[in-house]
């Protein structure tokens, strides 16, 4: 009898508690396209989706993923015309590195028949000194992404990870940080501030401001952090390079020609978009004399792909560069204390907005104008100098702007 | 594989007592002892299964020597196969423990740049190596008798005790291990394994890991050598002090629990530590059964042998005290030091107690020798050791000799401005209530008496509070407070978390 009682009762328990986040699914994992009132937006996704993601992916059967870092899942639209016949999953996590970028390729890829990739490119994820971002650094986040992953890095199958993908269950179900985050969900539904939530096919969606809050205020705060936290300053461990000590390129570079190569040799039709940022972060990388650092990595986006498929004996992918000075990424930021203007492309130098994401994807996708400009090996030379042009032209034309910003960037940088 | 994480306690655990109970039924003792081998170098392998063949050559090799002294006489033949058994345990815990340790030591001493290549420290091997050793030296002695090789296996690899102990003796496993009644499945077992394991379970998830999170950062900000205050130093003693026992203790009692759900009763191996009026006391409460190796095999043959040296000399009976007692226990608990880990802080941590209990010895025969009667009130030996304990605890905790030494210098300055004090209230009180608690209630042992009655020290017995005589029943209100209980640590439970001693 003690023990019918005593189990009863952690049976009460638990099914009840497991019960409840099943419900809320606080994660979309369970039941992504059922939306009950009280959890439609699962806004508790974020910096869960290194674990999230892996399972989404592993439940459907996809022929599109769309890669790349929090840009991507926020700009880029699942539901653009382009993808409405195609079987479609954002699998973009924030602060992505290649090495992660590669792995969410190679599971998306041994899970489905992958038959097109669109990738978008960001500087940001080649770092060569941020172990978090650059490969596996062993931390609890970044071993239960590889243990999700139904591919090792060597491209075989790895055999535990539905097994560790059922473990995990419990721990979407019973834990402490379920509940809390069901909770969460809940209290978010429908508020003033809807806040960033997780779509059914993976991407961000919602506003990042709430009603009343400047953007350009929080415009220049994350553009401060990207100076002084994330490129440099004294925060920062190690100075951003995509180059190790000894001058050779990042280990990411290897990630991303591997990527290419096993697409290559699938079949995988890979679009490459060089992100679109804002102007800001140009300028912010002159300020800290990064200028030919980013040069040099465009080149190296364009001419590892040209090796690569010269090596198959195939024409290169298509290489989209939206990442220099355009009428896109020059719209104007809202002085501080103006709460009410909204950009229209961008919310901050690094997260563009669906609105510009859908310029890029027509561009790409649907042949329609638009800043973005095709890049191969032979034309890119040109490219560069014709960029390097048209951002010495807006330099000339927005004189004060721009010594504003450097005495900014380099106030920052202290 | 943790013993709190949902694939444990969900998958692992049922899914063995389930096969073994299963298999006992349907294939025999032989089938269920084989599957708890099987299960046990899984749970092993968990971590790193490149190890596992270290362990199944380890366990091979004392397996032979040991048939080997069970069945011959005592001749020299058997003391040199002892000899070379014990070296050859001592030598692969070397290699593999501190090799690095004493090539540094040598590097400095010699002023020469001695190099060891760095290996990975398999799991366990202090536990499995002492297990055995003191199998072979069980053997020479004619006090263990073979149960065959697979139940040999299960003696060194049965899981609950495998990672962190208790450390057990042949003696007291095999026996076990031949009983029927432990093949049959008895719910009265399961109740209170289930019981003692969730207890354990408690202790880590709900007392020890957030304690944890306060004690780490003073710590890491020593380690950078920064001065984290007076108040702040102190805390984190007192803090983990508390994380250590509770970590350490809880893992106990969940593998006590485990054990006991499958019928195997494991040595308790903490008495409520915190409540010794004196540091001897405390240490035949912490670890008992580190305690127990270490005087049985280290610090009686040493004293009895500088006592025979002695008395051969004549000596006073001061010199007789030093080379009997003294020295002994200062060599055992250098080597209690060096077992928790290959670094000075240990060698340190195993100095300071060898030196207090020293004093403390030396205090005994003064006030033998004097007739001095006086007795040191309870409450005060309590929080003398105590304030010894936690003293001892950081250089068990520091990182390295610059965390001790900072942090040792902020715990003496007293002139120093309180800085954190009103951050850390909470805290503050918090700790006071965990020791207050810690005090007046049983522990584990206690708690379940009736059913582990083989394992009360009647001595330790004596510690008995009021509220200390609480016990478990099997009646609705335990089932219904242990239930919530097991749910509360389940939901707080961070699978990541591991335990203190897994190091060891």
């Keep these: 009898m003690y023990l019918q009682i005593q189990f009863a009762v952690i049976a009460l328990l638990l099914l009840g508690l497991a019960s409840f986040n099943y419900a809320v699914d606080p994660y979309g994992i369970y039941s992504p396209e059922k939306s009950y009132t009280f959890s439609k937006h699962k806004t508790e996704f974020f910096l869960k989706e290194q674990i999230i993601k892996p399972y989404r992916v592993s439940d459907m059967q996809l022929d599109t993923v769309i890669l790349g870092m929090s840009q991507v899942g926020l700009g880029y639209d699942e539901n653009h015309p382009y993808f409405s016949d195609k079987s479609v999953y954002n699998f973009s996590m924030a602060g992505a590195s290649m090495y992660m970028v590669y792995r969410a390729f190679q599971h998306a890829s041994i899970e489905s028949e992958l038959q097109s990739v669109f990738l978008d490119l960001n500087m940001l994820s080649f770092n060569e000194y941020d172990t978090f971002v650059v490969r596996n650094d062993n931390s609890v986040v970044s071993r239960t992404f590889e243990g999700l992953l139904a591919a090792k890095e060597d491209g075989s199958r790895n055999w535990m990870a539905s097994f560790r993908q059922l473990t995990h269950i419990p721990l979407f179900l019973l834990s402490q940080q379920a509940i809390r985050d069901s909770l969460a969900t809940i209290k978010m539904q429908g508020g003033l501030h809807e806040g960033w939530h997780l779509n059914s096919k993976g991407g961000w969606r919602g506003s990042t401001l709430a009603p009343g809050q400047s953007q350009g205020k929080r415009f220049l705060n994350i553009a401060k952090y990207l100076v002084n936290g994330y490129l440099g300053g004294p925060t920062v461990t190690h100075p951003f390079s995509i180059y190790k000590e000894d001058g050779s390129p990042s280990r990411a570079f290897e990630y991303y020609e591997r990527l290419l190569d096993e697409a290559y040799r699938n079949n995988v039709n890979v679009t490459l978009v060089l992100s679109p940022n804002h102007f800001y972060f140009y300028e912010a990388l002159d300020s800290l004399g990064l200028e030919t650092m980013f040069l040099d990595w465009k080149r190296k986006m364009v001419l590892i792909n040209a090796e690569v498929a010269s090596r198959h004996g195939r024409t290169p992918f298509a290489v989209w560069d939206f990442a220099h000075y355009s009428p896109l990424t020059t719209e104007a930021v809202p002085a501080k204390g103006d709460k009410a203007r909204r950009m229209k492309w961008f919310y901050d130098p690094l997260h563009f907005t669906r609105v510009a994401g859908d310029l890029v994807l027509d561009q790409v996708y649907l042949n329609r104008q638009g800043s973005g400009v095709e890049v191969t090996a032979e034309s890119l030379d040109g490219v560069l100098e014709m960029q390097r042009q048209k951002k010495q032209q807006f330099q000339r034309e927005h004189v004060e702007l721009i010594e504003q910003l450097k005495a900014m960037f380099s106030e920052f940088a202290k | ?504």
């Design chain 2, 1 to 504: 594989m943790l013993f709190n994480s949902y694939l444990y306690i969900f998958l692992f655990l049922p899914f063995t007592v389930a096969g073994f109970y299963f298999l006992a039924r349907i294939g025999g003792e032989m089938a269920a002892i084989c599957w708890l081998v099987l299960l046990s170098l899984v749970f092993y392998g968990w971590w790193n299964p490149i190890h596992v063949p270290l362990l199944l050559v380890s366990i091979a090799f004392n397996y032979l020597c040991g048939s080997y002294l069970q069945t011959s006489s005592r001749s020299y033949l058997a003391g040199f196969v002892l000899a070379i058994g014990v070296c050859c345990n001592l030598g692969f815990l070397g290699y593999f423990k501190y090799a690095g340790f004493f090539v540094d030591i040598a590097s400095t001493l010699m002023g020469a740049d001695f190099h060891v290549k760095k290996v990975i420290l398999p799991l366990a091997i202090s536990f499995f190596t002492f297990q055995q050793i003191a199998y072979l030296v069980d053997s020479f002695k004619r006090q263990a008798v073979s149960g065959g090789f697979m139940r040999y296996c299960l003696f060194v690899t049965f899981f609950p005790k495998l990672i962190t102990g208790p450390i057990v003796r042949h003696k007291e496993m095999m026996p076990q291990f031949r009983e029927s009644s432990v093949f049959h499945f008895m719910p009265s077992n399961l109740a209170v394994g289930f019981g003692i394991f969730t207890v354990g379970l408690f202790k880590k998830v709900i007392v020890a890991d957030p304690l944890s999170v306060h004690v780490a950062p003073v710590f890491g900000l020593a380690a950078a050598g920064q001065d984290p205050g007076f108040y702040m130093s102190w805390l984190a003693a007192f803090a983990y002090s508390l994380q250590v026992y509770f970590d350490f203790s809880g893992y106990t009692d969940m593998a006590i629990g485990a054990a006991l759900i499958m019928g195997i009763h494991l040595p308790p191996n903490f008495f409520s530590p915190y409540k010794a009026a004196s540091i001897a006391e405390l240490w035949r409460r912490w670890h008992m059964t580190l305690t127990r190796f270490i005087t049985e095999f280290i610090f009686t043959p040493i004293s009895l042998n500088f006592a025979r040296f002695s008395l051969s000399l004549n000596s006073s009976k001061w010199l007789l005290l030093v080379l009997a007692n003294v020295l002994p226990l200062i060599i055992a608990f250098l080597v209690v030091g060096l077992w928790h880990g290959a670094g000075w802080t240990f060698v340190l941590f195993g100095l300071f107690h060898g030196v207090l209990l020293s004093v403390q010895a030396l205090w005994q025969e003064i006030r033998r020798a004097t007739r001095l009667k006086m007795q040191i009130p309870k409450v005060m030996g309590i929080s003398m050791t105590l304030l010894a304990w936690v003293w001892g605890v950081v250089l068990f905790r520091a990182e390295d000799m610059t965390a001790v030494s900072v942090m040792y210098k902020s715990m003496l300055n007293f002139s120093a401005v309180p800085t954190g004090f009103n951050d850390s209230l909470s805290l503050g009180i918090g700790i006071v209530l965990i020791y207050a608690l810690v005090l007046i209630l049983p522990n584990t042992e206690q708690l379940f008496h009736q059913y582990r009655p083989e394992f009360t020290d009647k001595n330790l017995e004596k510690s008995r509070t009021s509220l200390s005589r609480i016990v478990w029943r099997e009646n609705v209100f335990w089932a219904i407070f242990l239930g919530i209980l097991f749910s509360i640590a389940l939901v707080l439970m961070k699978s990541e978390v591991e335990f203190v001693y897994f190091q060891f």
